[in-house]
């Protein structure tokens, strides 16, 4: 079964900071892997989606890279800004032909002025 | 397209009765996904429909729940009759087969 997990839980940082956000998971057989970000009281905005046969994406100040070997995945986010804040969410989806999207905890981005 | 739409984005109902969500997915999408978020379980996928057919149902917590797509456009996920732990926000999003992923708003519901 597969099993996404997301550290840290929460990350506090001064604004302009770069910072990395991890995402693992259990079972590296996927179809792909997607960043999510999440305001409060919202639904979840898609911010990257990596292939299984790609390594990285990039968008704007955002690159998510993909290691299916070591079932990982980051986040980078360059030059944070107070406006990043919120939660983020990684997700993989099972390359068993079942294609579901199976998302991990979450971690709560808080950047400080 | 106007994204994934879902309604009523707020539901308060009391213990027993019936509640209905309901969902039109993007247009030209093929998968569409219900997913419940609670503070103590975070997203559970319930159920996801890959050409209007369920193809896996094994997130639905108990038969009080039920969910269909008529079609291509529309699905409903139904919950009958309703307990106060059912009280959660639930997502409907669609994709096209392993493609992005897209969400709506939410259906935020309270059971009393």
């Known amino acids: 079964k597969q099993e996404v997990t997301q550290i840290p839980a929460a990350l506090s940082v001064p604004e302009g900071e770069n910072l990395v956000l991890n995402c693992s998971f259990t079972d590296s057989a996927i179809y792909n892997l997607q960043w999510f970000r999440q305001d409060p009281g919202k639904g979840l905005t898609s911010l990257l989606l990596?292939?299984?046969?790609?390594r990285e994406q990039t968008s704007g100040r955002l690159n998510a890279s993909l290691d299916k070997s070591s079932g990982r995945s980051t986040l980078y986010i360059a030059a944070s800004q107070p406006g990043d804040s919120a939660t983020y969410l990684c997700?993989?989806?099972?390359?068993?032909?079942?294609?579901?999207?199976?998302f991990g905890s979450g971690t709560r981005l808080l950047v400080r002025p | 397209d106007a994204g994934v739409i879902q309604s009523p984005r707020h539901e308060v109902t009391e213990m027993g009765q019936e509640v209905t969500l309901r969902c039109k997915p993007i247009?030209?999408?093929?998968?569409l996904f219900w997913y419940r978020q609670t503070m103590m379980r975070g997203l559970e996928l319930l159920i996801y429909f890959n050409n209007n057919v369920p193809i896996d149902d094994s997130g639905m917590p108990e038969d009080r729940f039920s969910a269909k797509m008529p079609n291509a456009s529309f699905s409903t996920l139904k919950i009958q009759p309703s307990e106060p732990r059912d009280s959660a926000v639930y997502f409907c999003?669609?994709?096209?087969?392993?493609?992005?992923?897209?969400f709506g708003e939410g259906s935020r519901l309270t059971v009393l």
């Open positions: 999003a669609s994709s096209f087969i392993t493609g992005e992923l897209f």
């Open positions: 990596i292939q299984s046969s790609q």
């Open positions: 997700a993989v989806m099972g390359g068993d032909s079942s294609y579901k999207l199976i």
């Open positions: 247009s030209g999408h093929n998968s």
